[in-house]
């Protein structure tokens, strides 16, 4: 399944202390598989952190939504 897709179910779920923990450590559609949610909602929810993008942080082009 596409990881844009993967996870839809949990992305009205309330996001957790671990899941945010995540945020910014890898590409978006990588932690959008393992937490289960759509790649949008992990972008979203990083940005509304202020949590720079991962590839941001090592200095190449951020990840397309």
Known sequence: MD???????RDN???TEQEDALLGTDKD???A???RRSSVAVTV???KLGIP???S????IPDSV
């Open 53 to 55: 993008s991962y590839s």
């Open 29 to 31: 559609r990588v932690i």
């Open 3 to 9: 990881p844009f897709y993967a996870g839809l179910a």
């Open 45 to 47: 929810r990083r940005t």
């Open 33 to 35: 598989a393992k937490l």
């Open 13 to 15: 779920e309330p996001w």
């Open 57 to 60: 942080k090592r200095g190449t």
